[in-house]
């Protein structure tokens, strides 16, 4: 009566597939109306704009200030080039930095010198790093802000309207939450499981971590700390009493069968249940003993 009632690992599994195909979709969609209203198509073509115009000045010049800085320049059928130093591929930025370091003093008197004053009134390297790091910016803010609407619309607002923290996936294959007395779940606790475990934690922890590796130079650190976090929300689901992963653990959750679990509306009624359980439990032996007697009684008449 006041135990838990587990459900099995296939319908939990299940269930959580469903709801991470829902929050991709509805992720999605929420970061493209962010995209509308921020015009981000706007500044991915300015971004497009600045890099022809960066490679167009690099194939038009490069080849000729390469030999001035000890650089070898070879361009592509597909117009790609590769710049290089000692045999070592190099940035196209490091032979722009060398060129500006020097002031072009080195291509004074030279046809290469207009290298240099073409990029002091059109610097479009600078330009489009600037961009690049600002169109970098946007889709974090997309993504961030797209989960953040998704989860709260999903594992928040919907479970309020179904009830036991139940969400889509939930719904589908009998799944609720309670917390670890078999009381109902709160809307502070489904919140704090919500925001600060699945979104915080789980999601936006491992997406800024990704973002520092691919675009920060934070290294294979960033993608250990990825994969410790998971192994830890997995080891947490099989070691634990009762299968709870972080966000669970944060709210004082626990998914149940709503089949077969006894929910309670509150403490106050579980403590009733309880104590009406005691008595009963109490006055059965001296019952017993009652019916005994009363059975001898008959039997001896």
Known sequence: MFELKKIGIIKRLSALLLDAVLLAVLTTGFMCLIGLICKFDKQQDKLTEYGEKWNDYCLTYYGEIADYYGYTFE?????????????KEELSTSLLSAMLEDKGKKLEGTDAYNAYTVYQETPYAHKYDSQFSYVVS?????????????????EFVIPLFFKNGQTIGKKVFGIGLVKENCVKIKPIALFARTLLGKFAIETMFPVALLYMFLFSGGGILMLILIAALALLDI???FVTKNKTPIHDMLAATVAI?????????????????KTLQDREEATAPEQQKMQKVENKNFINK
């Open 75 to 87: 361009v592509g059928e597909d117009k790609s080039f590769t710049l290089k130093k000692d045999g």
């Open 235 to 237: 080891i947490m689901f």
């Open 257 to 273: 069968d709503m089949k077969t679990q006894m929910i309670y509306a509150s403490e106050d009624e579980l403590i009733a249940k």
């Open 138 to 154: 946007l889709i974090f803010m997309m993504i961030s802000i797209g989960l953040l609407l998704s989860y709260i619309a999903l």
